[in-house]
C-alpha cells in the first residue's frame, strides 16, 4: 500500500459526505442559492472532518497499538510527522477557504477547529463529555453554513435536532469496546432512532414527514445490534448512524420546502456507499 492510500485511509474519506450535508443544510434552509459559496462551505467542512479524523489517530496511536494494529499510524505505514503534516495542510486549507467566504465564516472556522482538537485531544477521555464535544461540533458545522448566508439568528432547531442525533450516537460508540454498559443500549437506541423525528417539532416545515426517512434508516440496525447485541452489530449502528446524518440534513432542506435541493443533500449519500468497499480495503 503506499502512502498516499495510508493517508488518505487517515481521513476516513467515505465519511467526509456527512460532513459536507451538514453545512450544505444549513446554507440551504437559510435561502442560500446554489453555487460557488454553497461548494466552497461544503469544502471547508470535508477539510476540517478529514482533519479531525487524521488528529483523531494521532490522539489514539498509543491505545491503537493494542485495540487497533491495523490502522496507518500503529502499523507504522505513517509516521507521526507524516500525519501531524497532513492533518495541518488539511486546517490551512480550512481557514483559507473559510476566510474566502467572509470575516464570520473564517472565525467560526477557527471556533470549530479549537472544538475539534479538543475533543481529539481532551474531551473524547470522558465517555459524556467526549459525545457532548462531537455534537456540538457537528450542529456549529451546520451552523457554518447558515453563517454564509444569514445575518440573523441561527437555524437552531436543526443545530439542536442534529446535536441531539449526534450525541447519542457518539455515546453508543464508546461501548463498542467494553462489556459494560449493556443495559444502556435500550434507551440509547430508542434515542437515536426517534432523535430525527425531533425535528418534526423544532425544525416543522411543509416536509415535516421526510424526518421519517432517518428513522426508517436506523431502526433495523439499532433493533438487530439491542436485541442480540455484539461488537459487529455495535459497529455497523455507528457506521450507518453517521451515514444516517446524511438523510437528517436532506430532511432539514426537504422540510423548508426545498425539495430537489434536499434530494440533492441526500445524494451524498451515493458515493460515500460507493467508496465504502474500496476504502475498507485500503
Given at each position: 500500500?503506499?502512502?498516499?492510500?495510508?493517508l488518505?485511509?487517515?481521513?476516513?474519506f467515505?465519511?467526509?459526505?456527512?460532513?459536507?450535508?451538514d453545512?450544505?443544510?444549513?446554507?440551504?434552509?437559510?435561502?442560500?442559492?446554489?453555487?460557488?459559496?454553497?461548494?466552497?462551505?461544503a469544502?471547508?467542512?470535508a477539510?476540517?472532518?478529514?482533519?479531525g479524523?487524521v488528529?483523531?489517530d494521532i490522539?489514539?496511536?498509543?491505545?491503537d497499538?493494542?485495540?487497533?494494529?491495523?490502522?496507518?499510524?500503529?502499523?507504522?505505514?505513517?509516521?507521526?510527522?507524516s500525519?501531524?503534516?497532513?492533518?495541518a495542510?488539511?486546517?490551512?486549507?480550512?481557514?483559507?477557504?473559510?476566510?474566502?467566504?467572509?470575516?464570520r465564516?473564517?472565525?467560526?472556522?477557527?471556533?470549530?477547529?479549537?472544538l475539534?482538537?479538543?475533543?481529539?485531544?481532551?474531551?473524547?477521555?470522558?465517555?459524556?463529555?467526549?459525545?457532548?464535544?462531537m455534537?456540538?461540533?457537528?450542529?456549529?458545522n451546520l451552523?457554518?453554513?447558515?453563517?454564509?448566508?444569514?445575518?440573523?439568528?441561527?437555524p437552531w432547531?436543526?443545530?439542536?435536532?442534529?446535536?441531539?442525533?449526534?450525541?447519542l450516537?457518539?455515546?453508543?460508540?464508546t461501548?463498542?469496546?467494553t462489556?459494560?454498559?449493556?443495559?444502556?443500549?435500550?434507551?440509547?437506541?430508542a434515542?437515536?432512532?426517534?432523535?430525527?423525528?425531533?425535528g418534526?417539532?423544532?425544525?416543522g416545515?411543509?416536509?415535516?414527514?421526510t424526518?421519517?426517512?432517518?428513522?426508517?434508516?436506523?431502526l433495523?440496525?439499532?433493533?438487530?445490534a439491542?436485541l442480540h447485541?455484539?461488537?459487529?452489530?455495535?459497529?455497523?449502528v455507528?457506521?450507518?448512524?453517521?451515514?444516517?446524518?446524511?438523510?437528517?440534513?436532506?430532511?432539514?432542506?426537504?422540510?423548508s420546502?426545498?425539495?430537489?435541493?434536499?434530494?440533492a443533500?441526500?445524494a451524498?449519500l451515493a458515493?460515500?456507499?460507493a467508496?465504502?468497499?474500496?476504502?475498507r480495503?485500503?
Open positions: 500500500m503506499s502512502l498516499a492510500q495510508s488518505l485511509k487517515l481521513t476516513r467515505p465519511l467526509v459526505f456527512t460532513a459536507m450535508a453545512s450544505a443544510a444549513g446554507y440551504l434552509i437559510c435561502g442560500g442559492a446554489a453555487g460557488g459559496h454553497l461548494a466552497l462551505v469544502i471547508v467542512s477539510l476540517l472532518y478529514s482533519a479524523m488528529f483523531n490522539a489514539d496511536r498509543e491505545r497499538r493494542t485495540l487497533h494494529p491495523e490502522r496507518p499510524l500503529p502499523s507504522g505505514r505513517v509516521t507521526p510527522r500525519a501531524l503534516t497532513l492533518g495542510v488539511l486546517l490551512g486549507l480550512a481557514v483559507a477557504g473559510a476566510a474566502i467566504l467572509g470575516l465564516t473564517a472565525l467560526a472556522t477557527f471556533g470549530l477547529i479549537v475539534i482538537l479538543g475533543y481529539d485531544f481532551v474531551a473524547k477521555r470522558s465517555r459524556v463529555a467526549g459525545a457532548a464535544a455534537a456540538l461540533v457537528r450542529g456549529l451552523g457554518l453554513g447558515a453563517l454564509v448566508v444569514l445575518s440573523g439568528p441561527l432547531g436543526a443545530m439542536v435536532v442534529l446535536a441531539a442525533y449526534v450525541f450516537l457518539t455515546l453508543w460508540s461501548y463498542e469496546e462489556a459494560g454498559g449493556k443495559a444502556l443500549l435500550a434507551p440509547l437506541g434515542g437515536i432512532v426517534l432523535a430525527p423525528g425531533a418534526i417539532f423544532l425544525q416545515g411543509v416536509g415535516a414527514w424526518y421519517f426517512v432517518p428513522v426508517a434508516w436506523m433495523p440496525w439499532v433493533g438487530r439491542v447485541p455484539g461488537r459487529e452489530r455495535m459497529i455497523q455507528v457506521r450507518w448512524g453517521v451515514l444516517g446524518i446524511i438523510l437528517i440534513d436532506a430532511a432539514f432542506v426537504a422540510s420546502g426545498r425539495w430537489l435541493a434536499g434530494l443533500v441526500a451524498l458515493p460515500a456507499l467508496l465504502l468497499p474500496a476504502f480495503k485500503l
